[in-house]
């Protein structure tokens, strides 16, 4: 992964994009009912296994809320 910024727009009943900042280890995710939030020093591998996962809500409750610090972005 690179020190760009990466941008992927998912299918997913939970969130409809994700950004992450490899260099910052920064993952922005943008949820279905408008709102966004960031989380602080994600991991690239985390990010990896998000973008392979089958439910991205179920990688992302397991894996991504509660284990990073985050704001409303």
Avoid: H
Wanted: no cysteine.
């Amino acid at each position: 992964m690179n020190n760009l910024t990466e941008y992927i727009t998912v299918e997913s009943s939970m969130i409809k994009n994700a950004w992450y900042k490899s260099a910052d280890k920064i993952l922005v995710l943008d949820y279905q009912n408008g709102s966004s939030y960031r989380y602080d020093d994600v991991p690239d591998i985390v990010y990896e296994r998000l973008r392979a996962a089958d439910s991205k809500g179920s990688f992302i409750n397991k894996n991504i809320i509660a284990k990073f610090s985050f704001s409303k972005f």
